[in-house]
């Protein structure tokens, strides 16, 4: 079983990471997130935190738009043109092939976050121009745009000289370049003095990008459940609309329960009693605990008002996450052990 997973979760990912959407996608959040810093210079107040917030928030919803485009290539595509009887005509468990298909897709999902994520961390190394006088950091310019240039040089050859795909060569190739200019590009200030690692290196960035990375992969799972039985434009509403439900949670649900909970202390109603408040309430809290509440895994707020991320607040959404990954990944199993692939 660990070998099948295994297999089919390695053949998603490649298949994933060929797929030209995942390039345009790349692309797309690359220009965003180099266009929002001079975009995030026309603040009156702090330049540098609109731009994580910004560029932040560019590469959540890439990730999220991304999630719900490959759950439906890898697995609704098979199933409307047959070729998922190969898989499941042999033993290999319905189970089997929903978690691997999962695995396959959150790989490729997780390596377009690295490679975004270190596009946004040389982007805020360089850090924003509010004046013509602010210089500019040519380490980051110099190792990012050659680490950048090599590894579309690389693609390139490989494509050419040896056939391989060019979506899935630009992204193995630039994703660990950009690691090494974004490591040199540490040791160094704008005019390739150097500076302790220390100083330089932003844990708190880190986190942020890990907070947001599970509750990606919380979408992923939803993702894969829907493109069980819907096609690719409905699962890209559902993950949408759940995500921005989840955004919103606080505000759908949570704000309902405090102000009811709060009305009933006061008046000392009964909890056994059945009103329109009491039913509004019920169904508040059934909502707030079903849909994900994506707030907490979206960190920038902490980021921009410079209030530390702990390791604590990491350990505790990683089972939340976790709770809702497994949830969504047994609808799935259950949806897709009820369809009908032959």
Aim: charged letters at 10%; a neutral charge; aromatic letters at 12%.
């Amino acid at each position: 079983m660990f070998g099948q997973t295994l297999a089919i979760a390695w053949n998603t990912f490649s298949e994933s990471i060929r797929q030209p959407v995942v390039l345009v996608m790349i692309v797309v959040a690359t220009l965003l997130i180099v266009l929002s810093n001079p975009f995030a210079a026309f603040t009156m107040e702090d330049d540098q935190r609109m731009y994580i917030d910004i560029a932040l928030s560019t590469v959540f919803i890439v990730s999220i738009i991304l999630s719900a485009f490959l759950a439906t290539n890898v697995l609704n595509r098979e199933i409307e043109n047959r070729t998922v009887l190969t898989v499941v005509s042999k033993p290999v468990s319905r189970i089997v092939f929903v978690l691997g298909k999962y695995l396959g897709v959150a790989g490729a999902l997780l390596l377009t976050i690295l490679c975004l994520s270190f596009v946004f961390m040389l982007v805020e190394r360089h850090g924003t121009l509010p004046t013509l006088a602010s210089p500019y950091h040519k380490p980051v310019l110099a190792f990012g745009l050659g680490g950048l240039a090599a590894g579309v040089g690389v693609a390139v050859w490989t494509n050419y000289f040896y056939g391989r795909s060019f979506p899935s060569a630009v992204l193995l190739a630039t994703t660990p370049l950009l690691a090494v200019a974004y490591l040199l590009s540490l040791f160094f200030k704008h005019d390739f003095s150097p500076t302790p690692i220390a100083t330089s290196f932003r844990l708190d960035l880190w986190l942020a990008v890990l907070a947001m990375t599970l509750g990606v992969m919380v979408l992923t799972a939803v993702a894969v459940a829907a493109s069980t039985r819907l096609g690719q434009v409905l699962t890209l509403a559902i993950t949408l609309g759940l995500f921005m439900a989840g955004m919103l949670s606080d505000w759908l649900f949570g704000r309902t329960i405090a102000r009811l909970s709060d009305l009933f202390d006061r008046t000392q109603a009964s909890p056994a009693t059945f009103d329109a408040d009491h039913v509004l309430l019920w169904f508040s809290k059934i909502g707030y605990a079903v849909v994900p509440n994506f707030q907490v895994f979206w960190l920038s707020d902490a980021l921009t008002q410079r209030r530390p991320i702990p390791l604590s607040y990491i350990a505790e959404i990683v089972p939340y996450g976790l709770v809702y990954v497994v949830v969504a990944l047994a609808a799935a199993v259950a949806l897709f052990e009820r369809r009908e692939v032959g």
